[in-house]
């Protein structure tokens, strides 16, 4: 590791290709990210891939070659990426350099008391809500952030012109309860409702949307509906946001801090109200369109992604300088 934390210099990051449209978020900011990429493409080594239009700041690196190139601090996305991935392509320095974990997720286990993988002090642990934050039990780590989500869409404005809902999850059905299969079954009953995602062909849905696709696909549905029932805040919520189109989501997790019922949507636990708001927004566009437009303030606001990056930005720095400072105390100890 160089350890530089000259500003002007752009800092080196790696990580793993782990959220596709997260990576591509991220990348915006003023660093340079490095990833790994081996010959099969398996988890966390595809590379670069096709799907996102990523910059020249984002650069391969083959998996035998990444202990061989200095960086200023690694970044794990995944509990894999700590626990396996690291111990396979990492060198000990870089083992032992300024290191970040962002959590993208929730508990799976229990929503209160499920204890963070990562236990290492000198690691800055990044949650995406504050929402994550407070359900994980951090186990009292010194160095806990929270970066919300910053997004950059195509000049896309929601148009509403199909009179249907659209829900965009990945693997709805097979994850079941947490992803609100059972509640996305009742609302179609009721609403005309359509599902996009990988893997949805089998439920119902039409199939996955590449996300440089996803903000034209959907802004020409009434709403947004994301029936998660445990969740981080999703990106394609604050796409939707992004292009003027009104949310429908239940009232749980981050998203009670972000839609405002009635005003920028509509969220509940109810879901009989929710369907009746789904209802008046199908027979209501010139309501849809309101609530659209004040989503989309909300997001400009909220999800600006200048914010994002430079958040980020200053999170590696602090964390480089934070390094850099125990390992010379260490030293004159």
Known sequence: MNGTSDTKTRLKIFTWHIHGSYLYYLSQGNYDIYIPVNEVKSEGYYGRGKTFPFGPNVIEVPAAEVQNVEFDCILFQSERNFLTDQHDILSDGQKRGPRVYVEHNTPEKHPTNTRHVMTDPTVTLVHVTHFNK????????????????????????????????????????????????????????????DLIGMGTEQSGGLGEVLNPKLPEFISHYRFFFNPIRSTSFGLAVCEAMMTGMPIVALATTEYVTVIKDGESGWIDTNVDKLIEGMRRLIDEPQLAQSLGENARRIALDRFAIGRFTAVWEKIFTETIQLHQHETENSIYQ
Request: net charge neutral.
């Open 134 to 193: 407070l359900m994980w039990d951090n186990g009292g780590l010194p160095n806990v952030r929270v970066i919300e989500h910053g997004v950059c869409i195509p000049e896309v404005q929601w148009k509403g012109d199909i009179p249907r809902g659209i829900v965009v999850i990945n693997h709805i059905q097979q994850r079941g309860r947490i992803t609100g299969w059972d509640v996305f079954e009742e609302v179609r009953k009721h609403v005309p409702i």
